[in-house]
């Protein structure tokens, strides 16, 4: 995700991590620092967020046009510099341009 999230420009790409760590903030600032990574990451303890989007996987990912619509669901692991994703993602960025 970290790749992916330099590779594009924030005018056209964001990524937003959601943590469903109930135990504590530190753990997840913890996990970000040790892995360095620059992307946001929220903390959703009271699963609020999980539960408006059914992500009953873990990790589930949702690509989310400009328009707040939901275009694509994966669930599970991802390869976020597999060449197919990456042309998904850039058609859907030219798509909402």
Known sequence: MEAIYRHY????????????DTV????????VDE???RFPILLDQHLSVYERYQARV??????IDREGVVRERILGAQDWNDPEVRRFIDKLISKVK
């Open 24 to 31: 504590s903030e530190e753990s997840v600032r913890s996990y």
């Open 9 to 20: 420009d924030r005018a056209d790409f964001e990524i937003l991590a959601l943590s469903i």
């Open 58 to 63: 873990v990790p589930a990912s949702f690509l």
């Open 35 to 37: 892995f360095g990574f």
